[in-house]
C-alpha cells in the first residue's frame, strides 16, 4: 500500500515538474513577444517622429540648420553621421 502511494506521489510529481516547465516556457514565449511588440512601437514612434519633423523642414516651420544642429550634436557613429553627410569624427 505504501509503495503504490509511494508510486503515484512519483508520478504526481513528474507531472508538476512538467507543469511548471511548460508554464515557464509559455511565460518565456509571452516576454519575448512583449519585447519585440515594445521594439517594434518604439521604432513606429521613432519613424513617425522624424517624419513630423522632416516635414516641418520642408514646410519652413524648423530650420534645416537647427535639425542639423540637432543631428551634429546627438549623431555619434561614422555610418550614422554619414546619412547626414555630416563630418565624420564629431562636430
Not at 46 to 53: D, F, N, P, R
Amino acid at each position: 500500500m505504501v509503495g503504490k502511494l509511494d508510486e503515484r506521489i512519483a508520478r504526481q510529481e513528474e507531472k508538476l515538474k512538467q507543469l511548471r516547465t511548460q508554464q515557464a516556457r509559455v511565460q518565456a514565449r509571452a516576454r519575448a513577444l512583449a519585447s519585440r511588440r515594445a521594439r517594434k512601437d518604439d521604432t513606429r514612434r521613432k519613424i513617425l517622429v522624424g517624419a513630423v519633423v522632416l516635414a516641418k523642414v520642408d514646410q519652413g516651420v524648423l530650420k534645416e540648420s537647427v535639425l542639423r544642429g540637432w543631428l551634429d550634436a546627438a549623431l555619434t557613429r561614422a555610418d550614422d553621421r554619414e546619412l547626414f553627410n555630416l563630418p565624420v569624427g564629431g562636430g
